[in-house]
T-cell receptor
């Protein structure tokens, strides 16, 4: 069974540009979570989607947004990129009633 | 809101020695608790979890953790460290919602475990 897959694995963008990160959950999982892992800041909760709706949001500005598609895959968009957005972005998925989250390998975003 | 504190950003132990990684949490309601491990350039892998029931939880790779409500702690232990245990370890908490499921995980800042030969 395929795990959580994220694409691309690496992304280099210029300050002010937009970045789009993608995540495919484990088959059957309806919940998708996004986390930012920046150097020295640990893992910060970004967004939680379930059944196509945003269920919860972390303390991030509105330029961080996303969506979940009918097949439960998800997209994270970061607009007006800043140097501080450089980080590893991790996606995780879980069953709605199951608290165990499975993580992908992450997308390394570098803003120059 | 819930929070997690991991004591010690770096912990160094000798191969074969006891591993103890400390985690304390804050939550207004009984939480779900997790330990994850992250190897370099990889995602997170679940080691073990506590939701309800037995407070001593056994996980993969010989790790275990005990939920102590009175101490608001969920420390991770392993009797004998192996070189392969060197990694970053994260404690996490989530708060069950009334309708089932839970909020997103709140992570501690992580503890880097170093194994000395």
């Amino acid at each position: 069974e395929a795990g959580v897959t994220q694409s691309p694995t690496h992304l280099i963008k210029t300050r002010g540009q937009q970045a789009t990160l993608r995540c495919s959950p484990i088959s059957g999982h309806t919940s998708v979570y996004w986390y930012q892992q920046a150097l020295g800041l640990g893992l910060q909760f970004l967004l939680w989607y379930d059944e196509g709706e945003e269920r919860n949001r972390g303390n991030f500005p509105p330029r961080f947004s996303g969506r979940q598609f009918p097949n439960y895959s998800s997209e994270l968009n970061v607009n007006a990129l800043e140097l501080e957005d450089s980080a590893l972005y991790l996606c995780a998925s879980s069953l709605w009633m199951n608290t165990e989250a499975f993580f992908g390998q992450g997308t390394r975003l570098t803003v120059v | 809101a819930q929070s997690v504190t991991q004591l010690g950003s770096h912990v160094s132990v000798s191969e074969g020695a006891l591993v103890l990684l400390r985690c304390n949490y804050s939550s207004s309601v009984p939480p779900y608790l997790f330990w994850y491990v992250q190897y370099p350039n990889q995602g997170l892998q679940l080691l073990l979890k506590y939701t309800t029931g037995a407070t001593l939880v056994k996980g993969i790779n010989g790790f275990e953790a005990e939920f102590k409500k009175s101490e608001t702690s969920f420390h991770l232990t392993k009797p004998s460290a192996h070189m392969s245990d060197a990694a970053e370890y994260f404690c996490a908490v989530s708060v069950p919602r009334g309708g089932g499921g839970a909020d997103g995980l709140t992570f501690g800042k992580g503890t880097h475990l170093i194994i000395q030969p």
